[in-house]
């Protein structure tokens, strides 16, 4: 049987040898290059980084960004913030032992490379650039027979499967051919602040035993919840400021194509008897990487299934103005 495998797609420029089909291609597209770059390696700069509110002369107002913060507040604090870098900089910027990145009352107080001090300022300016605005996020699974692929030119051989960059018209159109009419699985969608992290899936869930409470009359079951499906997990921001193309970060792929099998663990109950705890048996692999998605673009993942069958993905991120009569975010 084969176990959960969880897999971050990398998705980097390039193609592999795809074989070009005339009538149907769907070209790879040319798609920005990320504003944040950080590095881990090169001489160390410091950098003080203000999140204080800020003056709207627009507005006639005092404005501040909006970040997805555990305490629902959704305000541009130190903690959310140096989180929300760490998803878009990743081990660029905790590799370092003699680098610092921490939080002095409303100030993030950095040791690190320059590239990765200009790609923290840059994250703020896009944040509060972003106060008025989320990511809303539409997707579609299909399993598609392989032949069904040869519309797409120039996948990139990912770890886990393959993906890029389309064209959005020119998948919709094959997304309605005749071909796939009876291959979508679903389409979830989902609507997140700047830099929260959230995820589109179809899965069905499997209840098991995973612990037990001691009781008067013997143990009581804590039952737990396995995953048995197929999810797809970001967060994103506008790619720089000004930008209406989205930078996606922290992407991952979760998949789970059998039952997840169960280790019986016998233990003891009390009074001579013996029960059973279930541990799901899980293996996970996970690489991780930022792609940009232009206006005009869709993310696309395959991922093999079985012998003659594949699962894609199609993800769409778009930016939206937050409506007027919305509860205020700040």
Request: some cysteine; overall charge negative; charged content about 20%.
């Amino acid at each position: 049987m084969r176990l959960i495998a969880i897999a971050a797609l990398s998705l980097l420029a390039g193609c592999c040898s795809t074989p070009r089909v005339a009538s149907r291609s769907i070209p790879l597209l040319e798609t920005p290059t990320p504003f944040i770059r950080a590095e881990g390696t090169g001489a160390l700069a410091s950098g003080v980084i203000d999140l204080g509110r800020k003056d709207d002369p627009a507005r006639g107002e005092t404005s501040d960004a909006v970040i997805a913060s555990t305490d629902g507040s959704n305000a541009l604090t130190p903690g959310p913030f140096i989180v929300a870098l760490r998803e878009f900089t990743g081990e660029a910027l905790t590799s370092r032992t003699d680098a610092a990145v921490y939080a002095e009352k409303d100030t993030v107080v950095m040791r690190h490379t320059a590239c990765t001090v200009a790609a923290a300022k840059g994250l703020v300016q896009t944040l509060r650039e972003m106060k008025d605005r989320m990511i809303h996020v539409e997707s579609e699974f299909r399993l598609v027979t392989n032949p069904g692929l040869s519309a797409f030119d120039g996948f990139r051989s990912l770890a886990g499967g393959l993906g890029g960059v389309y064209d959005a018209s020119k998948c919709e159109a094959w997304s309605q051919g005749p071909d796939q009419v009876d291959s979508r699985m679903g389409a979830p969608a989902i609507t997140l602040l700047p830099a929260q992290r959230g995820s589109v899936s179809i899965c069905t869930q499997r209840a098991y035993v995973r612990n037990y409470a001691f009781a008067a009359d013997g143990l009581d079951p804590e039952i737990g919840v396995v995953c048995n499906g197929l999810s797809v997990g970001l967060c994103g921001v506008a790619n720089g400021p000004g930008s209406t193309d989205v930078l996606l970060a922290d992407l991952s792929f979760t998949g789970s194509f059998d039952p997840p099998a169960l280790a019986s663990i016998p233990v003891a109950a009390g009074n001579g008897a013996r029960t059973a705890l279930e541990i799901p048996l899980i293996t996970e692999r996970r690489l991780r990487e930022v792609v940009v998605v232009p206006e005009n673009g869709t993310l696309v993942l395959i991922v093999p299934h079985y012998a003659a069958r594949s699962l894609v993905v199609t993800i769409e991120p778009r930016l939206m103005e937050v409506a007027p009569s919305a509860p205020s975010l700040h």
